[in-house]
């Protein structure tokens, strides 16, 4: 199984740039038509929160059709520049997966793959950092425990650790005890993927493999000085790919746009091109 993960679009309405620089609908726009020139092709798409910029019908809407040429379905949680209600309202398929989820949330399950993805809404109304809340990590150990035998994948917005880029630290998932203890005692999960940071990022979270998605658009600066101020850089935009094979889950970067390649490592008689003879 292949699961593409987009995260962080920030999408805003025809017209406007984001922080007056990033096109972001023009980025999306190159990271679609990578993930339909990918082969083999992924079979599913998730988005790790943040579609939008403003939380706004427009934004949703532009989002939406900018996916539309996706040619495997796509499944997506809120961040903090959307919210629960924003996306319900968008996505009604996706209120449809959450009913009877803890209370507002849009907390959901992917079923009928090699690998069960729970998809978590972190979201907090009107603000930056994120919470499951009590209801939330309630929902979440009974998914898992429902099917302990299912290599499972955990998926939110709001990392649960620090990244050492503190302005972005401090918007963190501010539950991240309870979910942690969670976790721990649901061994057929493998893994937790999240977003917000616009960067790619690995560590481990309660003895998984934890990791923040890169944005197609605008990457956070790598700035792991205390003190340093907000900024952003415009890095080569990229995704993840999480590849189920062999009984393990393994995330590969790949890089948005046309690049050199491929070129062949030997030639006809399998010798290694450029070697001296």
């Not at 025809?14 to 007056?20: I, K, N, V």
């Not at 929902?139 to 499972?152: G, Y």
């Not at 918007?171 to 940071?197: I, K, M, P, T, Y």
């Not at 990022?201 to 934890?210: E, K, Q, Y």
């Amino acid at each position: 199984m292949l699961i593409a993960q987009l995260t962080d679009t920030h999408i805003r309405v025809p017209g406007s740039l984001a922080y007056g620089v990033v096109d972001t609908a023009a980025f999306l726009e190159r990271a679609v038509a990578h993930l339909r020139a990918l082969s083999p092709q992924p079979d599913l798409v998730i988005v790790t929160g943040d579609l939008t910029d403003f939380d706004q019908p427009e934004e949703y809407a532009r989002f939406r059709a900018l996916l539309a040429g996706l040619p495997m379905p796509m499944f997506a949680v809120p961040g903090n520049h959307d919210s629960s209600a924003g996306l319900r309202a968008a996505f009604p398929e996706l209120a449809v997966r959450a009913a009877g989820a803890a209370g507002d949330k849009l907390n959901y399950v992917l079923e009928g793959h090699p690998v069960r993805v729970v998809m978590l809404d972190s979201s907090v109304p009107g603000k930056p950092h994120g919470e499951l809340g009590r209801e939330g990590l309630a929902w979440l150990e009974a998914q898992l425990a429902a099917a302990p035998e299912r290599p499972t994948l955990v998926a939110l917005h709001h990392p649960p650790f620090l990244t050492g880029i503190g302005h972005m630290d401090v918007q963190n998932l501010r539950d991240a005890d309870g979910l942690e203890a969670v976790l721990q005692r649901h061994s057929q999960v493998q893994a937790l993927v999240c977003g917000h940071v616009h960067r790619a990022v690995t560590t481990r979270f309660a003895g998984l493999p934890a990791s923040i998605g890169p944005a197609p658009a605008h990457a956070v600066s790598l700035a792991l000085h205390p003190g340093a101020p907000p900024s952003f850089h415009m890095e080569p935009p990229s995704l993840h790919l999480h590849l189920f094979t062999d009984g393990r889950l393994v995330t590969h970067t790949s890089f948005i746009g046309p690049y050199d390649g491929p070129y062949p490592f030997f030639d006809r008689n399998n010798r290694l091109v450029g070697a001296p003879a």
